[in-house]
């Protein structure tokens, strides 16, 4: 039910209260004094009447006062007058009310009673007692209820119909004056709200009324204002922060090839000097004509091998914007290991590849998954100074998001790179993501690695579980949406 619908409902409700109160009280004072006139009235009569009774039986005798009495009953009248004796000879036993209620009498007061008649219907009934040749008599004046019944029904039905109309009316006025008043005014503010909650904050409201509701259209303009001049800030804020951002990881993808470097110029050693010593013997003339055609196939496959090795280290290095794809999860990380496996055996370190489950298609932008595994790994290497396995593993499973990410229980693409380091002690777990926090000594890291990464995979609507015993080695778990966006 909308407020202005509660308004007049109030209004109805409030009116019909207080009329209907006063409606009982104005009905129940009429009828008070409808009866107090028809007692007044009975009493007036009985008075007058007994006077000029007495008087004419004194003067002309008992047959001239009954007749009085008689013609006092002629035509219409609605009250109907009768003589009657209370005591000694000829004393009425006709009387439809309790003699003990006509005790009064002998006092002279005039006693008015209701009590049925000789037919079951109420009446009203007066006795005005007078005393005639000193025997004590009464005028009988008897009235039917009809009419105080039908004054008072009139009564209930008039005071029912002003009471409707009333209310009525001042329904009506409540309903539109509220919809004028209130219901506009209120339509606009909720569809300046609606344009605000979908980040229009154009089209000021305007309410030509001053009153409460134009004041707080006046507040919703100048909020919308606000809120456009915050959401410009943000917009510039956040874009300078996506650049910082960027910047900060092509600067940690820059620090990842130059420790690539070391291991990509023994990969590149071996064939420059195949390439020189074939190129050499052919240019001597040492070598016949089906030699030289065989050197020069070997020159070209060894050419091809640094093309591809200098190809990979470019991509990797090369800054481009976020551009997500759909994608083998697999094929990732074994084109990232490739990138890294001369390093790893500079190190003495063996990198394996495992797929487990399926199928493993992921939405993401394979340069950033590339870059935060290249650094999980690398962070791998860098906690065996000794050497040893580094396992890699793709997969899914079910699993629930952290408090801080939220989300329910669900299927994910999973990433785990498991190595047998030195482990991580439990003071620095809470710092591991945190930017430029490292371990290791002067000029092994910049830590922005773990930081790095764990934006990647925030970024793709994932998170990084870490799981780590120092002196047992660390498991890194990157999660990321079966179907991110």
């Known amino acids: 039910m909308r407020l202005v619908q509660k308004l007049s409902l109030?209004?109805?409700l409030g009116t019909t209260a207080i009329l209907a109160a006063n409606g009982y009280a104005r009905v129940r004072?009429?009828?008070a004094l409808f009866q107090a006139d028809r007692?007044?009235?009975?009493d007036l009569i009985g008075r007058a009447l007994g006077a000029s009774v007495a008087a004419v039986w004194h003067s002309e005798g008992q047959a001239r006062a009954m007749q009085l009495v008689a013609a006092a009953n002629s035509g219409e009248a609605r009250i109907h007058i009768r003589w009657i004796w209370l005591e000694g000879e000829g004393a009425a036993r006709d009387v439809h009310v309790p003699r003990e209620e006509l005790g009064a009498l002998a006092d002279g007061v005039t006693v008015t009673v209701i009590a049925p008649d000789g037919h079951g219907e109420d009446e009203r009934f007066t006795y005005a007692p007078?005393?005639?040749?000193?025997?004590?008599?009464?005028?009988e004046l008897s009235e039917r209820l009809d009419s105080e019944r039908s004054y008072t029904r009139r009564t209930i039905?008039?005071?029912?119909r002003a009471a409707a109309l009333?209310?009525?009316v001042t329904t009506l006025l409540s309903y539109l004056l509220g919809s004028w008043l209130v219901g506009r005014p209120v339509r606009a503010l909720v569809e300046k709200a609606r344009r605000i909650g979908r980040g229009d904050f154009t089209e000021p409201v305007a309410l030509p009324a001053r009153d409460e509701l134009s004041e707080l259209a006046d507040e919703m303009n100048a909020m919308s204002d606000e809120l456009a001049e915050a959401n410009a800030r943000v917009a510039r804020e956040t874009a300078a922060r996506i650049a910082t951002l960027e910047q900060l990881r092509h600067a940690d993808r820059l620090t990842t090839v130059g420790t690539l470097a070391s291991g990509v110029a023994h990969e590149l050693g071996t064939p420059l000097n195949v390439v020189v010593a074939r190129a050499e013997m052919i240019g001597s003339g040492e070598a016949t004509a089906d030699e030289a055609r065989e050197y020069a196939g070997i020159i070209v496959d060894s050419a091809h091998r640094m093309t591809r090795i200098i190809?990979?280290?470019l991509e990797f290095a090369r800054r481009r914007g976020p551009r997500k794809e759909n994608s083998d999860l697999a094929a990732v990380v074994e084109h990232a290991l490739e990138l890294l496996r001369p390093l790893a055996e500079r190190q003495r370190v063996m990198l394996t590849a495992e797929r487990t489950g399926g199928p493993h298609e992921a939405t993401i932008d394979t340069a950033q998954i590339e870059q935060a595994l290249t650094n999980l790994v690398v962070n791998a290497m860098q906690a065996m100074p000794g050497g040893g396995p580094v396992r890699v593993t793709v997969g899914r499973e079910r699993a629930k998001p952290p408090a801080d990410h939220g989300g329910t229980e669900g299927e994910w693409l999973t990433v785990r790179v498991r190595d047998e380091g030195q482990g991580i002690a439990a003071e620095h777990m809470p710092h591991i993501f945190e930017p430029f926090f490292t371990t290791k000594d002067v000029g092994r890291g910049t830590g922005l690695g773990l930081s790095v990464a764990y934006g990647i995979v925030r970024d793709?609507?994932?998170w990084i579980d870490v799981r780590s015993q120092p002196g047992h080695g660390s498991t890194f778990s990157l999660f990321l949406p079966v179907e991110a966006t």
């Open 10 to 12: 109030g209004f109805l």
């Open 29 to 31: 004072r009429e009828v």
């Open 39 to 42: 007692v007044r009235d009975h």
């Open 130 to 139: 007078r005393h005639i040749q000193d025997r004590a008599g009464a005028l």
């Open 157 to 160: 039905i008039d005071t029912v």
């Open 166 to 168: 009333l209310a009525l």
């Open 311 to 313: 190809r990979q280290l």
């Open 460 to 462: 793709h609507g994932g």
